[in-house]
C-alpha cells in the first residue's frame, strides 16, 4: 500500500520561507512523478508544481515560479518542496501527490495522481 506522510508547514511572516516534506512509503518514487497541489479556502485545488520521475525536470505554476523549488532524495524516498518569500496569497492546505504511471511526465491534473498526503496547512501572515 502506498503512503504519502507530509511534513513541515506551519505559520510563517510574509517573505520568510517554509520547507515541505512528502515521505513516501510502500514504494519507491524512483520511477515515478511527483507534485504538489494547494487548495485555499472556498477554492479549487490547483497544482503549485511537480517534478519528473527522472527527477531532472520540474516545472511550476507562474505565481511560485522564482520562488519555490521541487526536489526528492531517492534514498529517503522524500519529495521536498522548498518555499521562498512566501506571500499571504500562498496561505492554504498543500497536498503532494503522486500516480502509479513508471516514467511518467509532470501531471498538472488532480485526476492525474492517485496517491496523496494527508495535507499541511500553511498560513503566511502580512
Known amino acids: 500500500q502506498v503512503r504519502l506522510v507530509q511534513s513541515g508547514g506551519g505559520l510563517v511572516q510574509a517573505g520568510g520561507s517554509l520547507r515541505l516534506s512528502c515521505a513516501v512509503s510502500?514504494?519507491?518514487?524512483?520511477?515515478?512523478?511527483a507534485a504538489w497541489f494547494r487548495q485555499a479556502p472556498e477554492k479549487e485545488r490547483e497544482f503549485v508544481g511537480g517534478?519528473?520521475?527522472?527527477?531532472?525536470?520540474?516545472s511550476y505554476r507562474d505565481s511560485v515560479k522564482g520562488r519555490f523549488t521541487i526536489s526528492r532524495d531517492i534514498a529517503e524516498n522524500t519529495v521536498f518542496l522548498q518555499m521562498n518569500s512566501l506571500q499571504p496569497e500562498d496561505t492554504a492546505i498543500y497536498y503532494c501527490a503522486t500516480n502509479d504511471v513508471r516514467y511518467g511526465t509532470i501531471q498538472t491534473r488532480i485526476l492525474d495522481y492517485n496517491h496523496w498526503g494527508q495535507g499541511t496547512q500553511v498560513t503566511v501572515s502580512s
Open positions: 510502500g514504494r519507491t518514487l524512483r520511477y515515478h512523478a
Open positions: 517534478v519528473s520521475w527522472t527527477g531532472s525536470s520540474t
